[in-house]
């Protein structure tokens, strides 16, 4: 591979790198671009860590031979169990704590390396390997994001030469550059998402940032908040009460989500949603659907909590629908993204209402009303109540027990 190669390619890399790629492009078109100058490459692997809440960081994968490969998956925290012995068998562990940026490893040597994930490049007839780290400066890290790991491998008889080894250095840290560019702008897109709700999280990123700058729009309104929280969480042990919430939490947020709802707010133990009413009747089925998948949930929850031996409880739901505000709220140092107006207050003023007259759902009459058949004949009011900080009594209905 000569010099003009290398820049093309290099090129290439930057040019896709400010375009926006993925890094799953970015690391196909590399290979495959490194493959026709004559680098005869067989496998590739990327590892960068990312900040998300439920995985460590991505793996990217390229082959060669057209044979199947997962291109693109998430791995679990490393910190503990199977994972933690996992990693500390890998390469990139041991360059690591040996404070190295290179490692050449000889697959056809006898005996071969004996690192984890060796034994299925060796079965594919691979023969060598080079292994690179590239480490950020410790102000450019973010959390555990702080390198980016990659791993090149050949079949040829005789593994890389040297001036092909020489190439891979020149090549690979513009592409690390660009990968960790992808890894940034996903990252912001998981944050935004996981802090704000993926409605409010998609306005932000698409630049709606300005301080006092709101829509306004129709929604249905949810409130819901658990049965009980403050004695449970009283009574338990300080190390049960996050579990505690986030199981329940769970059950709630995701039947919204699958129901098409946008969570706002998370208060405790208390979390405020919208489905935009574009279509008031969609919405308000929307809503209803979600409460649906939400009890399923929460008994599938509760067998299990209980045969666990851990406290149990149910959401009050409050349901309602109105014009809001919805923008950016706050001062110029600190900004929220949420909803406002009398709607949200009648809302969470309906969901405590669920206590007194032991109710678990509620919904005002302007939801009853925008509701559409069958759903609203499962609808039977309770009677006239008069809301906290209300002026004035209003009906409230319930979902009818022995409806469908």
């Not at 998300?52 to 997962?70: K, L, N, S």
């Not at 704000?196 to 409130?223: C, H, S």
């Not at 923008?327 to 140092?333: A, C």
Request: aromatic content about 8%; proline content about 4%.
């Amino acid at each position: 591979m000569n010099d003009e190669a290398i820049a093309g390619i290099s090129d290439w890399v930057v040019r896709q790198g400010i375009a926006g790629a993925s890094e799953t492009e970015l690391l196909d078109g590399f290979c495959e671009r490194c493959l026709a100058a004559g680098l005869p490459l067989s496998r590739g692997l990327v590892l960068i860590d990312t900040l998300h809440p439920t995985f460590e960081g991505r793996a990217f994968r390229w082959r060669g031979d057209g044979g199947e490969v997962e291109a693109r998956l998430e791995y679990g925290r490393s910190d503990a169990g199977e994972a933690a012995e996992r990693w500390r068998r890998t390469s990139f562990y041991h360059m690591l704590q040996i404070g190295a940026d290179e490692l050449e490893l000889r697959l056809d040597a006898d005996p071969a390396p004996d690192f984890f994930g060796l034994d299925e490049l060796i079965a594919e007839g691979n023969t060598h390997c080079l292994v690179l780290l590239h480490r950020f400066a410790e102000s450019a890290a973010i959390g555990e994001m702080d390198s980016v790991y990659t791993h090149w491998s050949t079949r040829r008889r005789g593994g890389f030469t040297e001036p092909e080894m020489a190439a891979l250095r020149r090549l690979v840290p513009p592409l690390a550059l660009a990968m960790k560019c992808a890894s940034l702008a996903r990252i912001a897109e998981t944050l935004v998402e996981v802090y704000l709700g993926r409605d409010a999280g998609r306005r932000v990123l698409e630049g709606r940032i300005q301080r006092g700058v709101a829509d306004r729009i129709g929604a249905v309104l949810w409130f819901s908040d658990l049965h009980h929280y403050t004695a449970i969480a009283d009574g338990s042990a300080p190390d049960e009460v996050i579990p505690f919430l986030n199981d329940y939490a769970e059950a709630v947020i995701s039947a919204i989500h699958e129901a098409g709802g946008d969570v706002l707010k998370l208060i405790g133990d208390g979390i405020l949603a919208i489905f935009k009413a574009d279509d008031p009747g969609h919405a308000c089925r929307c809503a209803l659907n979600a409460e649906a998948l939400l009890r399923r949930r929460l008994a599938a929850l509760n067998a299990r909590r209980g045969e666990e031996g851990r406290p149990v409880t149910f959401a009050y739901l409050g349901l309602h629908i109105g014009d809001v505000f919805y923008g950016n709220i706050g001062s110029e140092e600190r900004l929220d993204f949420t909803v406002v107006g009398p709607a949200v207050n009648e809302v969470s003023r309906i969901a405590s209402m669920c206590r007194s007259i032991d109710q678990q759902i509620l919904v005002s009459a302007a939801f009853a009303t925008a509701t559409p058949e069958p759903e609203r004949a499962a609808l039977v009011s309770v009677g006239r109540y008069a809301l906290r900080g209300v002026g004035r009594a209003q009906e409230q209905f319930t979902l009818d027990p022995t409806a469908g």
